[in-house]
T-cell receptor, first 111, second 113 residues
């Protein structure tokens, strides 16, 4: 059974640029959630996708957007990057009412 | 507004002893609680969970206790092992939002020889 994978591992962008992060869910999971973990903090919920539809959103501005594909993989897009967007971005997959299993994360640095 | 709080940023315990990690929450809508462990350069790994209808759940060396009236939960690790050294996150979710987790800020556990 393949676990949750994320790409890329690390990414460096400059302010104002756009970035796309990718996540492949664990086999059998149809729900993907994205979290942002700033340094020294716990992960914060960005949004969740279930069967290709957004199913809940945290307190993040609209420049954070996402997609889920028919194979349940997902993308997180961030437009107009700001310095405070520098963080570890975590993807978690699950079935809707089940425990979430996390990928290794993508470390984004905004200069 | 920190709805899930882990007030101890770090904890050091000798190998073989008990580790007790604490977590407090403020949102009375939370009804499901989880503990995750995180090593550097890895994503959080699920450890153990508890529903609000229980006050204790045990899995091997790990036990989670829930005190609903105090809005407090704790994770006990007995006996502690050097491989347990990691950052531990407490997380909570509310009815109808089972997958939207609210995390604490984590406690770094160091198990010494």
């Amino acid at each position: 059974e393949t676990g949750v994978t994320q790409s890329p591992t690390h990414l460096i962008k400059t302010r104002g640029q756009q970035v796309t992060l990718r996540c492949s869910s664990q086999s059998g999971h149809n729900t993907v959630s994205w979290y942002q973990q700033a340094l020294g903090q716990g992960p914060q919920f960005i949004f969740q996708y279930y069967r290709e539809e957004e199913n809940g959103r945290g307190n993040f501005p609209p420049r954070f957007s996402g997609l889920q594909f028919p194979n349940y993989s997902s993308e997180l897009n961030v437009n107009a990057l700001e310095l405070d967007d520098s963080a570890l971005y975590l993807c978690a997959s699950s079935t809707p009412a089940d425990t979430q299993y996390f990928g290794p994360g993508t470390r984004l640095t905004v200069l | 507004d920190q709805q899930v709080k882990q007030n101890s940023p770090s904890l050091s315990v000798q190998e073989g002893r008990i580790s007790i990690l604490n977590c407090d929450y403020t949102n009375s809508m939370f009804d499901y609680f989880l503990w995750y462990k995180k090593y550097p350069a890895e994503g959080p790994t699920f450890l153990i969970s508890i529903s609000s209808i229980k006050d204790k759940n045990e899995d091997g060396r790990f036990t989670v206790f829930l005190n609903k009236s105090a809005k407090h939960l704790s994770l006990h690790i007995v006996p502690s092992q050097p491989g347990d050294s990691a950052v531990y996150f407490c997380a909570a979710s509310a009815a109808g939002t089972a997958s939207k987790l609210t995390f604490g800020t984590g406690t770094r556990l160091q198990v010494t020889l």
